[in-house]
T-cell receptor, first 114, second 114 residues
């Protein structure tokens, strides 16, 4: 199993450009989420999904869109990049449900917006 | 909303020593779980240990153990016989059982010196 994969590993954007961060998992996990990590801070939840076709906002959703058309994939779209979105982005997945299961994280994408 | 406080931004100990990282949290949930994640310089998020809030027994994983004080909402991590590979950022993160949303503290940077 590859686990949780993210592409690209690094990306530089100009202000106003759009792009999609890709996330895929091969563990048949129902729950997937996106976090951002700013310097000196913990991870903050952007959006999450409890299953295909179901998404919801986390703590910091502004400027980001998500969709979940399949169990495996959960892309994060930046519609019009801003310097404040410079961060490291992590995708995570878990079995979900009520059991407080471990979340498995991807390797992260470092995004710089100039 | 859950909040998490890690009061030690940085800690440094000698190899083979024991070190304790502190974490306090605030939650109104009755069903929740607590995690410690480790983030080495590679930035990969790695699960260290998991505690179920309804269990009184403290979780243990090899050299890692927790002191869980539910009434005080305290969840500290003890690392025994510390090793150079333990050098990393450590994040405390409660998770509500229903929502599967992790809330991270700001982290403690731990350095193990030879």
């Amino acid at each position: 199993n590859a686990g949780v994969t993210q592409t690209p590993k690094f990306q530089v954007l100009k202000t106003g450009q759009s792009m999609t961060l890709q996330c895929a998992q091969d563990m048949n996990h129902e729950y997937m989420s996106w976090y951002r990590q700013d310097p000196g801070m913990g991870l903050r939840l952007i959006h999450y999904s409890v299953g295909a076709g179901i998404t919801d906002q986390g703590e910091v959703p502004n400027g980001y869109n998500v969709s979940r058309s399949t169990t495996e994939d959960f892309p994060l779209r930046l519609l019009s990049a801003a310097p404040s979105q410079t961060s490291v982005y992590f995708c995570a997945s878990s079995l979900g449900g009520q059991g407080g299961t471990e979340q498995y994280f991807g390797p992260g994408t470092r995004l710089t917006v100039t | 909303a859950q909040t998490v406080t890690q009061s030690q931004p940085e800690m440094s100990v000698q190899e083979a020593e024991t070190v304790t990282l502190s974490c306090t949290y605030d939650t109104s949930e009755s069903n929740y779980y607590l995690f410690w994640y480790k983030q080495p310089p590679s930035r990969q998020m790695i699960l260290v240990i998991r505690q179920e809030a309804y269990k009184q027994q403290n979780a243990t994983e090899n050299r890692f153990s927790v002191n869980f004080q539910k009434a005080a909402k305290s969840f500290s991590l003890k690392i025994s016989d510390s090793q150079l590979g333990d050098t990393a950022m450590y994040f405390c993160a409660p998770l509500s059982g229903g929502a599967q949303k992790l809330v991270f503290g700001q982290g403690t940077r731990l350095t193990i010196n030879p």
